[in-house]
């Protein structure tokens, strides 16, 4: 019996040491299969190994899951939080990611690597600050992930290399910001928290002190300056650091990019808020301070690129800015002598109070300043209104003695009319089309920016288009009669346009001196006519689609109705040009028709310019046949 009991006891004492061997294999043992593999498997050796901050852990303290050999392809993910208890307890969130419930919060390793993990201080480290933006800059500059998570801001690394913190840690300068100096919450890099955490570094109201671990003196400035008392009373439209400077890619201030440069404080950085009208009316601030620093000498000298004139914060502090009431302000009317003392020596204390900085010719109400303005003001009214009114009386003048010369009939009393009515009605269309497009321009907010413009404007445009339309039905009918017959014969286009538009080019390059000889109605005005038919049908149809969009939504769908929007928009614009540009120099401009080709008024236009304009009309189109429809007839 004994000897049948010691058997079994001498073997498992033999397996005891064997199993506990085989739990903590020696480094040499797995080395022999992870050495010199060339990546299959995984090649990892002391070598590997060499200065990590894990190179006297044997491969089985990490990878406690491995108790046989060869182990498993598939092993589990090393717990590193049973070593880093407190790493582990601390890093329960990223972003707005968090640990065990999204599946895209970095694990230990995408940041500190697996192996060759390397203490922060190391310059080789991957958390080290200037290799953090490569390290952080795998998930946030890949585009996929920033998608595929919804993050918003999407290139941030890219951004931040070209402002002077990235380029200060590229240079290896380790005490400049990187991400976790600004991203880290409670000083732990692994206490990552959005910025719409109250605790977050990058939360609005905790910004400055997080630019002030580094920024100290300039946070206390701003801080006791109205803005940052503004910011800690919870205003979140008061600026704060990042408001100012940007939020990754800040530049230096010396850098005609930067917000913050000479060049473009004031318009870039100041303005937004100071001349923002909900704001001035919330805080009672006065408005138009960048116009009137603008047209300032000092603006004015700061737009021809004098970077040492004195901007915004030369005055006002870039910090420290207090109210003007405030004793210490630097604007306070018993430290304007200092303020302005510092670019303008000798500067009395009288002198500088009776300054108006944000004053200009335009504003000034008392003083020799005030009666200047007004003398200039008179002479340029009439100056300038006088020599308006005589150049106005001269065409006037010539217009008449044109039309005092022997005259041709060019249109019918009815064709004048039609013509009247497009152009009137052409006119409206585009003053008040482009006024619903470019509603904040001047011209725009003086016609119809008053309560209600905007439904009148609606109202006379569509007033117009029906005006139009109808317009176009007349002529439509007009072309029925004899009159209207013979004139879209003479209107039809034919092989001699394209003849004579050639003949033209070359006449007006100088390759030939013999012009054209143009019929009862050139290339030109066949050109413009057909343009006209065609314009006036496109926007016939997309205007009414836009009236009555829901019901062309409601049948075709609402992706016609974007592209009817697109046609109405860009046609009404070669409309316009097209009349301003060719039509323009056509009855006006053209040294021929000079002052106008006064048909437009009366349906008659003198003979000298009809036979220079139309020199062929009489020999193609049989002048008795002409006279029958009143085409040429002396008066």
Not at 160 to 177: C, F, N, P, R, S
Not at 429 to 444: M, Q
Request: hydrophobic share 40%; aromatic share 10%; proline share 5%.
């Amino acid at each position: 019996m004994f000897h049948r009991l010691m058997f079994p006891l001498a073997l498992l004492l033999l397996l005891v040491p064997a199993m506990v061997f085989a739990l903590n294999y020696p480094d040499h043992i797995c080395a022999d299969c992870h050495s010199n593999t060339g990546g299959e498997p995984t090649e990892v050796d002391h070598h590997h190994l060499a200065g990590s901050a894990h190179e006297d852990l044997d491969c089985t303290e990490c990878h406690a899951d491995i108790h046989q050999l060869p182990h498993l392809d598939d092993l589990a993910t090393v717990d590193c939080g049973s070593c880093h208890e407190d790493v582990a307890e601390e890093y329960y969130q990223h972003g707005r990611g968090v640990v065990g419930v999204n599946d895209a919060v970095p694990t230990c390793t995408n940041c500190h690597g697996s192996h060759q993990i390397l203490p922060p201080g190391e310059i080789a480290s991957k958390v080290h600050p200037s290799n953090l933006p490569n390290t952080c800059g795998a998930c946030h500059e890949n585009q996929e992930f920033i998608k595929a998570n919804n993050i918003k801001f999407k290139h941030p690394i890219e951004v931040y290399q070209k402002g002077v913190h990235g380029q200060a840690t590229a240079g290896g300068k380790d005490t400049a910001a990187s991400c976790n100096d600004c991203h880290s919450t409670a000083g732990s890099a692994h206490h990552i928290l959005p910025p719409g955490n109250l605790k977050s570094t990058i939360n609005y109201f905790n910004i400055s002190k997080t630019c002030g671990t580094c920024h100290s003196t300039i946070q206390d400035e701003f801080e006791k300056g109205i803005h940052g008392e503004l910011v800690a009373r919870g205003e979140v439209d008061a600026p704060t650091c990042t408001q100012c400077h940007g939020e990754h890619g800040i530049l230096a201030t010396d850098d005609p990019r930067s917000p913050v440069s000479p060049f473009r404080v004031a318009e870039a950085t100041c303005t937004p808020c100071h001349d923002s009208a909900k704001l001035n009316e919330k805080y009672d601030l006065p408005s138009g301070r960048l116009q009137s620093y603008v047209d300032s000498y000092h603006g004015l000298k700061s737009r021809a690129g004098d970077q040492t004139v004195a901007n915004c914060s030369s005055c006002h502090m870039p910090h420290l800015v207090l109210a003007a009431d405030n004793p210490k302000s630097s604007v306070n009317t018993a430290n304007l002598e200092a303020t302005c003392g510092s670019c303008h020596p000798g500067m009395s204390a009288e002198k500088a109070s009776e300054t108006k900085i944000h004053s200009v010719a335009g504003e000034v109400r008392s003083g020799w300043p005030y009666w200047v303005k007004i003398i200039y003001q008179i002479l340029i009214f009439c100056v300038i209104g006088g020599m308006a009114g005589y150049c106005l009386l001269d065409y006037l003048r010539q217009v008449r003695n044109m039309m005092r010369k022997k005259q041709v009939r060019r249109m019918e009393a009815d064709e004048v009319v039609q013509h009247t009515v497009l152009a009137i009605s052409f006119s409206v269309l585009v003053v008040t089309g482009f006024s619903l497009r470019y509603y904040d321009a001047w011209w725009a907010n003086m016609l119809f920016g008053r309560e209600g413009g905007a439904a009148i404007r609606g109202l006379i445009h569509r007033g117009a288009a029906i005006v139009m339309t109808l317009g176009a039905i007349w002529h439509l009918f007009y072309l029925f009669t004899l009159k209207g017959r013979m004139f879209f014969k003479d209107m039809s286009l034919s092989f001699l346009d394209a003849k004579q538009f050639y003949g033209m080019m070359m006449y007006n390059l100088g390759r030939t001196d013999e012009h054209p000889q143009m019929r009862r109605f050139s290339f030109v005005e066949k050109a413009e006519y057909w343009a006209l038919i065609w314009g006036t049908i496109v926007m016939a149809i997309t205007g009414l689609a836009m009236w009555f969009e829901s019901y062309l939504v409601a049948y075709l769908g609402k992706g016609v109705l974007e592209v009817f929007l697109v046609i109405h928009y860009y046609e009404a614009w070669l409309a316009f040009l097209a009349i301003l540009v060719w039509h323009m120099y056509g009855v006006i401009f053209n040294p021929h028709l000079y002052p106008m080709n006064p048909s437009w008024l009366n349906g008659k236009m003198p003979k000298e310019m009809f036979e220079v304009e139309h020199p062929a009309a009489k020999s193609v189109g049989n002048v008795d046949k002409a006279k029958r429809l009143g085409l040429e007839r002396d008066v």
